[in-house]
């Protein structure tokens, strides 16, 4: 039988001519018709290790070659068939009894652990790669990922002893759902949008990971201190204080918000705040419980600090799109948007819903935008899912590494961290970036804000001040960067992890 | 796709005793051969970076002295990607050639690009959270948002004054704000206690350590992980200890005279709050604390206390709720074990319990109820002027000191 290439895979022709996806809303991005030429511009394809790709093209040896890679795994005479050298060599550096061989007769003095763990990282990020190369492009084959996966999973465990093994692991799976989704034509959007981890994990589970998390790790305190400073100075003045937020959670941002309130000097006395919150038909906040009832803590919480305080929610469209009209304002409040995204313990959100969240909120004219996402690296068409692939396996290989400095031998907490939060994180970006025809995927909602209207509103050093405190608590490798004037980037090392910008509607800061 | 290079004559080096290896590396032939940078490597090795890097600056200024490892991965599949697996194996194998030689390869590279700048290889390896680029910044920022140039010398003074008073009310809010969270954390789980307490699936610790039993996979996973936070030793030190710039007069000296370097900027020795020196400014008092433990730390770094047994109560609180109500100051679900750090022996006996070693054993037994002695000790450190708590204990974790006992990852 003739091994063809998988024609299910939906057609996404990376390397064709894209004429849908740009990368900003400002910059019009030219859409260069590639030429399906490993040479292209797409470094990815360089970095294939020794593997000739034209050898999967199609010919004779395809069938042979397939097998001889599934049987190479099996037999300890590692891969026998004749094929291009290339490939041979390939298998062989991943088979474990070739390379432990190799490594045997060269390491006999050298007992250093690190060197074998970053052989052993060097291989699940070949393999990765090659798997995602699978899955895409000009080279697209189902077999071959089939066959990368199954060897992927030999290598690596969701509670592997390292970093580079579990986040190897996580992102199998997740490869591994798009290619049964692809099989099976199901690629909807169930598999875009996180999974809600609520539902499948046990509330005990989430709550203790959350409360890890946090201690873990600076990224919820930073979006919530760095939005509640902002928003503080821009309500030093007023008397009454509204706040929407589109996704509460479990509420904890608005705790040290009524604290700092409470206990400003400056200005009025404490303003009443109210809060309201968005709230979603269907899916349930189990582990946080609803939007109601966190509302009721929050109203139990300012009671016993003395915070003027009332809580309202307003629902959004069976389809999540918010509806300015279903707000009730107040005249004489200072309005807040309060727009928190992509942190660990966040389910995704569908671009549609917040986009109608942030127009929707411009024609209310608020005081101030808070928003905080995810840093993203805008990444040129011409490198395609691999490209994308990467890039994300980078900035979840950053949030595991930075967890692990912090915590080195913390490792089941951090493990279960990972495993409910991170893991249905990666799950939802795989399949996400997979699709990616989907226009507004990879610009931020920063640069969608300025386009559409919102001006850049100025961090106070204070702000910044903040974060950098907030960050000596954690380890050394993360640092904060302010960027154009009303944003300050988290991030582990080299790596961007999360941005904190605020913005408002006119052109005068306060 | 892999092709051998001829013998490569650009290699000037004088040692004669090179081998050129297949794909243009240079071994020693010493008994432990080296790889040696040669020009072509290096060449390549740019290469590498700049292709890395693309108009995002993946490879900045400050990436190249704290890649992550997989940027270190990815340079190094580069560097070898003309290899055969066979050579890289056998390259990595060779003395000279870990991540780590990489790493401060791309340091140097880095300095190659600022040849002005001062290296430290001490500073750059610990890390730091204020580079030297963005503290630049900073100080730029704030220099020209409060017009400093073109100012005298006094009104620079008062300048500085002024920002100094700033960021320790900064620091005093973040404090409170960090506790309020704490607080509110606590409400939640107090809530999650009281709705689950009667369900199968509750996986809270507390009920974990009762033995309830195990329901499955995923308590064990909890109480594993919870156990974990509970060997490390638990070194204090008061929150008044920062090293508030403040206390250096050099460090006044902010915008022109800073010398750049990785440490010696004036926000770094704000910000970096493990850069101990001999001043311990506290929050306008000036006596060291009794629990400074600028030397007991690991990488110097000193930990903070946090007011409050608010983070004790959070943790607690699972129990509390689930054994009764007089348990409002156990706070062992954690269980912690102390470091002997002589300085600390007053603090030492406030959390003093025993280890949680074996989930048969009855939670109570194991639960310390020092409430009037942890009272008394809390009120001599609120005169001190030092507070506590486990979330300060959290943080200090991140030394990794451990002391014996608890469970090692698997």
């Known amino acids: 039988m003739a091994m063809m290439v998988d024609e299910t895979i939906p057609d996404f022709d990376y390397y064709g001519s894209l004429s849908t996806t740009t990368t900003t809303t400002t910059a019009t991005t030219t859409t260069s018709s590639s030429e399906n030429d490993h040479d292209h511009g797409c470094t990815w394809n360089d970095w294939s290790p020794v593997l000739d790709w034209g050898a999967f093209s199609g010919g004779d040896n395809f069938q042979d070659l397939i097998e001889s890679m599934i049987q190479g795994h099996n037999s300890t005479g590692g891969v026998n068939v004749n094929f291009h050298p290339s490939v041979n060599y390939f298998w062989k550096s991943i088979s474990s009894e070739d390379s432990a061989g190799l490594i045997e007769e060269d390491y006999l003095e050298d007992s250093n652990n690190n060197q074998s763990a970053d052989i052993n990282g060097l291989k699940l990020v070949h393999l990765l790669m090659a798997a995602a190369e699978a899955l895409s492009g000009v080279n697209k084959s189902r077999e071959l990922a089939r066959v990368i996966l199954v060897r992927l999973k030999e290598l690596a465990s969701p509670n592997g002893a390292t970093n580079m093994e579990r986040l190897a692991a996580h992102f199998t799976d997740a490869l591994q759902a798009l290619l049964d989704g692809a099989a099976s034509g199901t690629l909807h959007a169930k598999h875009m949008f996180s999974p809600n981890y609520k539902d499948e994990q046990h509330q005990g589970d989430v709550l203790a990971a959350f409360q890890l998390l946090q201690d873990m790790s600076p990224f919820v305190k930073f979006g919530h201190f760095t939005a509640n400073q902002a928003i503080l100075e821009s309500v030093a003045h007023d008397r009454r204080v509204h706040i929407v937020d589109y996704d509460i959670m479990e509420g904890i941002q608005w705790a040290s918000l009524m604290q700092a309130f409470v206990s400003r000097k400056d200005g009025p006395p404490t303003p009443h705040l109210r809060i309201t919150a968005l709230s979603r038909s269907g899916s349930g906040r189990r582990s946080f419980g609803t939007v109601q009832e966190t509302g009721r803590r929050l109203t139990a919480f300012a009671a016993s600090i003395g915070q003027p305080f009332s809580f309202h929610h307003c629902r959004l469209d069976s389809d999540e799109t918010f509806k300015p009209t279903n707000l009730k304002l107040v005249r004489g409040e200072a309005l807040i948007i309060n727009c928190m995204l992509h942190l660990p313990h966040f389910s995704y959100r569908a671009s549609d819903s917040v986009a109608s969240f942030l127009s929707g909120s411009k024609n209310l004219n608020p005081r101030l935008v808070t928003l905080v996402e995810e840093e993203i690296r805008p990444i040129g068409e011409e490198e395609g899912f691999v490209g994308r692939f990467m890039d994300t396996l980078h900035h979840y290989s950053a949030l595991y590494d930075s967890l692990e400095a912090g915590f080195p031998l913390q490792s089941r907490a951090r493990t279960l961290v990972e495993r409910v939060f991170l893991r249905p994180h990666i799950t939802g970006s795989l399949a996400r970036i997979y699709r990616v025809r989907e226009e507004d995927e990879r610009y931020s909602w920063g640069e969608w804000l300025g386009a559409v209207g919102f001006c850049k509103s100025n961090i106070s050093f204070a702000n910044h001040c903040q974060a950098k405190l907030l960050l000596g608590l954690f380890n050394d490798g993360y640092r904060v960067e302010e960027i154009g004037t009303n944003k300050l980037v988290l991030g582990w090392k080299s790596r961007r992890l999360f941005s904190a910008s605020i913005w408002n509607t006119t052109d005068t800061d306060l | ?410």
């Open chain 2, 1 to 410: 796709m892999f092709h051998a290079k001829k013998p490569s004559t650009m290699n000037s080096h004088d040692r004669p005793m090179c081998v050129q290896g297949d794909s243009g590396l240079v071994l020693t032939t010493d008994p432990k051969p080296r790889l040696r940078w040669t020009v072509e490597l290096h060449e390549r090795f740019v290469d590498a970076v700049t292709q890395l890097g693309g108009p995002d600056s993946m490879f900045s200024i400050y990436s190249l002295a704290n890649p992550t490892y997989i940027e270190l991965l990815m340079i190094h599949q580069y560097l070898f990607r003309e290899a055969t697996p066979k050579t890289i194996m056998r390259v990595m194998g060779v003395k000279g050639l870990t991540l780590y030689h990489l790493k401060s390869h791309l340091q140097k590279f880095r300095l190659g690009k600022q040849p002005h700048k001062e290296f430290n290889d001490h500073s750059v390896k610990d890390g730091d959270r204020v580079t030297a680029a963005t503290s630049l910044e900073l100080q730029r920022n704030s220099a020209s948002s409060s017009g400093m140039i073109g100012r005298n010398m006094n009104e620079m003074q008062m300048e500085v004054q002024r920002r100094l008073h700033e960021q320790l009310e900064v620091q005093r809010h973040l404090q409170l704000r960090i506790e309020a969270q704490g607080k509110y954390m606590q409400t939640i789980l107090e809530k999650a206690c009281q709705t689950l307490g009667g369900e199968e699936n509750m996986a809270l610790p507390a009920r974990t350590f009762k033995g309830i039993g195990n329901q499955g996979g995923l308590i064990p996973d909890i109480s594993a992980a919870f156990k974990e936070f509970g060997t490390p030793p638990l070194s204090f030190s008061s929150f008044q200890d920062l090293n508030i710039c403040g206390g250096h007069d050099q460090q006044l000296e902010l915008h022109a005279q800073s010398s750049m370097g990785e440490r010696s900027s004036s926000f770094d020795g704000f910000m970096n709050l493990g850069n101990t020196t001999d001043h311990n400014l506290t929050l306008g008092k000036k006596r060291p604390s009794p629990y400074s433990s600028n030397g007991g730390n690991s990488n110097g770094k000193s930990p903070f206390m946090w007011s409050d047994d608010f983070r004790l109560q959070e943790l607690g609180v699972a129990t509390a709720a689930a054994l009764g109500p007089n348990n409002e100051d156990d706070h062992q679900i954690i269980q912690m074990e102390r470091s002997c750090n002589p300085e600390l022996d007053s603090v030492s006996d406030l959390y003093e319990s025993k280890p949680i070693l074996q989930e048969e054993k009855k939670c109570d037994a194991k639960l310390e109820r020092p409430s009037p002695r942890r009272a008394a000790q809390i009120s001599s450190l609120s005169a001190q002027g030092g507070r506590s708590s486990v979330f300060g204990e959290l943080l200090s974790w991140q030394d990794g000191k451990v002391t014996d006992g608890g469970e090692r990852p698997e």
